[in-house]
């Protein structure tokens, strides 16, 4: 069984501020691993992933994670906020082997990121 | 290439009513997951359809259920609707036979029971 915990359901940084959103998992394989976000009235859209080979990975807008495996972590940053980065953001798990009853994400609670002008 | 897309985007339906929502999933993709998301319960797993066939179903009550057809399409049926199942409920689709479960959700439907 997998489960992801986020820390801080909500995050305020000011424009042009490290952003760092927190994520752990628990995983008895192997684990994939998911950020997306959400804007207000849409869908998730994914920001990046990690499935297996670097442990650090980069996605769209500027995100980047990094998968720490000794320390069951996933978190994502990004170096500078802009406005347009306000929304929720999830972490989410899957097991390695996709098949059966593993082929499903299991997400965390998410979390809100305020960006301040 | 379109995405993935969901029917209504708005539904208000009466307790002890049922709906049916509707996904059409990225062309080429042929697994169709859906989720409720909730304030109080964020994004839970309600069932993954492949091959026209349920292959997997989360903690919910039978009041849900699904199917999938022959072009990967796939609806979702609550009956005897609850308050409680005012919620926004996404559908995601992916290949399910790249070895990783990377999905694409639509925009959702937001239902509201009153």
């Known amino acids: 069984a997998q489960s992801v915990t986020q820390l801080g359901s909500h995050v305020s940084v000011s424009e042009g501020a490290l952003v760092l959103l927190r994520c752990n998992y628990s995983s008895s394989v192997p684990p994939y691993l998911f950020w997306y976000v959400q804007y207000p009235n849409q869908g998730l859209q994914l920001l990046l992933k990690?499935?297996?080979?670097?442990?650090l990975v980069k996605g769209i807008n500027g995100f980047e994670a990094e998968f720490k495996k000794s320390e069951t972590s996933f978190h994502l940053t990004k170096p500078s906020a802009h406005m347009s980065d306000a929304a929720e953001y999830f972490c989410a798990v899957s097991a390695s082997n996709s098949g059966g009853s593993n082929y499903k994400l299991t997400f965390g609670k998410g979390t809100l990121l305020t960006v301040n002008p | 290439k379109a995405g993935v897309t969901q029917t209504p985007r708005y539904l208000i339906k009466t307790r002890g009513q049922q709906v049916t929502l509707s996904c059409s999933p990225i062309s080429g993709h042929r697994s169709v997951s859906w989720y409720q998301q909730t304030p109080g319960q964020g994004l839970q797993f309600l069932f993954e359809?492949?091959?026209?066939?349920?292959?997997n179903k989360g903690n919910f009550p039978g009041r849900f259920s699904g199917r999938q057809f022959s072009n990967s399409r796939s609806e979702m049926n609550v009956s005897t609707l609850e308050l409680g199942d005012s919620a926004l409920y996404l559908c995601?689709?992916?290949?399910?036979?790249?070895?990783?479960?990377?999905?694409?959700f639509g925009p959702g439907t937001r239902l509201t029971v009153l």
């Open positions: 990690y499935t297996t080979g670097a442990t």
């Open positions: 359809y492949f091959s026209e066939t349920q292959r």
């Open positions: 995601a689709s992916s290949w399910r036979d790249r070895g990783y479960n990377e999905q694409f």
